[in-house]
Nanobody, 124 residues
Framework: QVQLVESGGGLVQAGGSLRLSCAAS????????MGWFRQAPGKERLFVAG????????RYADSVKGRFTISRDNAKNTVYLQMNSLKPEDTAVYYC?????????????????WGQGTQVTVSS
């Protein structure tokens, strides 16, 4: 089992920045690719960004490329999502997730473990 706890969400004005953190415990953190997903009310859970076990490979949804950056610190068992130039359409609950596959995947049902989520609200 892997336990994941997100933090760093909040209310920010459009154009602002937030940094989300996800702290992992349980199994060996570096055995897992990590992903960030988001879900707006009444909508499906969507992939935002993913990072490989070592951190040398990342992928992003087109909607966040150039604005968001995913990173990880395996010594601290933590994955981050730096979000810049935020837009109202970025408003959602953000979840981190862990996956033991070889490649960084983008479908929510391919991830094995999930955090409880953190709310991000961007006002216009």
């Amino acid at each position: 089992q892997v336990q994941l706890v997100e933090s760093g969400g909040g209310l920010v004005q459009a154009g602002g920045s937030l940094r989300l953190s996800c702290a992992a415990s349980g199994r060996t953190f570096s055995d897992y690719n990590m992903g960030w997903f988001r879900q707006a009310p009444g909508k499906e859970r969507l992939f935002v960004a993913g990072i490989s076990r070592s951190g040398d490979s990342t992928r992003y949804a087109d909607s966040v490329k150039g604005r968001f950056t995913i990173s990880r610190d395996n010594a601290k068992n933590t994955v981050y999502l730096q979000m810049n130039s935020l837009k109202p359409e970025d408003t959602a609950v953000y979840y981190c997730a862990a996956d033991r596959s070889i490649v960084v995947r983008s479908r929510w049902n391919e991830y094995d473990y999930w955090g409880q989520g953190t709310q991000v609200t961007v006002s216009s």
